[in-house]
């Protein structure tokens, strides 16, 4: 694929950059789609999207897919040049059709092999194959900052419509105040009692062209005639526009879409959202200094009906039950956040889920046991998945210890033998069990450097405070070296990207361990230590503690001496 869009086809400057990443990841996502599952691919995506790239586009670092310009052109290759790039030709598919989207990408072949295009190159071949104007919609290259749609409905039950208002904002970013109106893709659904989608007699308001509003005004008053029944509205099916939303609807609708949607993305989207609420919930609780959180048996139940319902496949069953992670509560809540609290939660509600299910997760995970030769083909991997994911909520029961530990001591091959270790780790870091799977792998794979990597970056993604203390001590490991960009990445930025607990520790240990560790590194390797840096830039969304402590490290890097171009740029627009 980078062949045909990357190389016969070139970029005519470093502002095209996405024309070379963003359309290669957009068709390696969906070769991996076509050879996979669609559904489960698009939702491991849109995780790894607003995971890296929302953050990215909320903070000191937002940028446009095609930068306006740049210091250093090594801190460019961004999430939001390769995978916000990927959504914004995904867009230009959802918007022409699947038709007339091939018709524009063979164009593009034939009119630019050789060449050296640019981005308006690539959308006049899209313009030619369909007769449409994409003027409007080249923002989404040339405007940073996550689009938000703030949605309401109501039904009139004696006219027999249903009226959906859309209105649409981009928030500012750095040297962006004012942001121009987009054209937004949301693809949807009037989901009846049935299961099935409502067929509107009229649409009026938008154009609405198979199954997709075309959003492009800040508001649009949407209104379906002929509709019998009050439908639940299923919303941005498929991740069809790279999006935030504030739906204003009733808890049931969620329950519902979360159990009868047929758009797969849109049914893991009610489940996330439902879970993503309670999280936000039980955190208030445990900061107010109230009672313990508690959750309702329709949550708990839900978790339990879709580890068991045999008409899901494995993988998608997999991602369903994976409560949503530490940085995504911390993204939704937006400001004055404490991880220890968001932990807190993320433990409770994973507990609760344990609790309420255990025979039938018990049973699962026992069921889903595969002692065969290992079969990398996606029905193995799903069901592999599947019963990790089963022992992580196991694994905080009483006895949790030993089924983790028998689970590693049991695995037939490295995707179980990690989770297992990793579970070990994350849920009895100071158990015995623990610390003698971390020997027993070490021990297993110590000539394997691509292993080890995983041996380290498992301790360094483990919550808590101590984790901080546990990644210096292991600076000092045999197997570990600061000349080694791979083992700094799975030591170091693990630590800084993936515990949440211990890189926020409240004393700010770990912001001052990270800002020395990247002085130290910059001289040999300015492209890592930048990219280190990074791991800094939602330090203004934390509680005053923590964005005090966080700001300080920043600025002793700044001061520490001569910086590189690289570093020098990511500290000073993190600080700007």
């Not at 609780?285 to 068991?308: H, K, N, Q, S, V």
Request: net charge neutral; aromatic share 8%; proline share 4%.
């Amino acid at each position: 694929f980078h062949n045909w869009t990357g190389n016969r086809i070139t970029c005519r400057d470093w502002f095209q950059l996405c024309l070379k990443e963003g359309l290669t990841v957009y068709r390696d996502h969906e070769f991996s789609a076509d050879q996979r599952s669609r559904a489960v691919k698009r939702i491991a995506e849109v995780r790894a999207l607003r995971t890296t790239q929302f953050p990215e586009d909320q903070g000191p670092l937002a940028h446009p897919v095609r930068p306006r310009r740049y210091r250093e052109i090594n801190n460019f290759y961004t999430a939001t040049v390769y995978e916000k790039g990927s959504e914004v030709v995904r867009m230009i598919r959802t918007i022409l059709g699947a038709e007339t989207f091939r018709r524009g990408m063979d164009l593009y072949f034939e009119r630019h092999d050789g060449e050296a295009a640019t981005i308006e190159d690539f959308l006049k071949v899209f313009e030619d194959a369909s007769g449409k104007d994409l003027s409007q919609f080249a923002l989404w290259y040339h405007q940073a900052g996550t689009p938000h749609l703030a949605v309401t409905s109501r039904y009139d039950p004696a006219a027999k419509e249903f009226t959906v208002e859309i209105e649409q904002s981009v928030p500012p970013t750095p040297a962006e105040s004012r942001k121009r109106l987009m054209h937004i893709p949301l693809a949807f659904g009037l989901v009846g009692k049935d299961g099935e989608d409502m067929v509107p007699g009229a649409i009026d308001g938008a154009t609405v062209e198979d199954g997709v509003i075309h959003v492009r005004k800040r508001r649009h008053t949407v209104t379906f005639s002929g509709i019998a029944s009050r439908p639940a509205l299923s919303l941005n099916r498929g991740f069809s526009a790279p999006v935030t939303l504030s739906v204003e609807r009733r808890p049931e609708d969620l329950f519902f879409l979360a159990g009868h949607d047929n758009d797969l993305f849109c049914r893991w989207q009610a489940t996330n959202t439902l879970l993503t609420d309670a999280l936000i919930a039980a955190y208030r609780t445990i900061r107010g200094g109230g009672r313990r959180p508690e959750f309702t048996d329709a949550l708990t139940g839900m978790a339990g009906r879709i580890a068991t319902d045999a008409g899901l496949e494995p993988a998608f069953r997999a991602l369903a039950l994976t409560l949503p992670g530490e940085a995504d509560v911390a993204r939704e809540l937006g400001s004055d956040i404490d991880p220890d609290a968001i932990l807190s939660a993320r433990t409770a509600l994973a507990t609760a889920i344990a609790d309420a299910n255990r025979q039938s997760f018990g049973d699962l995970h026992a069921g889903l046991l595969d002692n065969g030769d290992f079969n990398p083909d996606a029905a193995s991997a799903g069901r592999r998945a599947l019963r990790n994911v089963l022992l992580d909520y196991l694994a905080l029961l009483p006895g949790g210890a030993e089924t983790a530990s028998a689970h590693f001591r049991d695995a037939a091959n490295m995707t179980d033998r990690a989770a297992a270790l990793s579970v070990l780790v994350n849920r009895h870091g100071g158990s015995a069990e623990a610390a003698g799977a971390l020997t027993a792998f070490e021990k297993a794979y110590t000539g394997d450097a691509l292993v080890m990597d995983k041996w380290f970056q498992i301790q360094a993604s483990a919550p808590g405070a101590a984790t901080v203390d546990r990644v210096k001590a292991l600076t000092a490991h045999p197997a570990f070296s600061m000349n080694n960009p791979n083992r700094v990445r799975s030591l170091i930025g693990t630590l800084a990207n993936a515990s949440q607990t211990g890189f926020h520790r409240a004393d700010g240990e770990g912001y001052r361990f990270l800002a020395a560790t990247i002085a130290d590194i910059d001289g040999r390797n300015p492209q890592l230590a930048a990219r280190l840096a990074t791991a800094f830039r939602s330090w203004r969304s934390l509680e005053p503690g923590r964005q005090a402590r966080a700001r300080e490290a920043l600025l002793a890097m700044q001061g520490a001496g001569t910086l590189s171009a690289d570093l020098g740029d990511i500290v000073e627009r993190t600080l700007a």
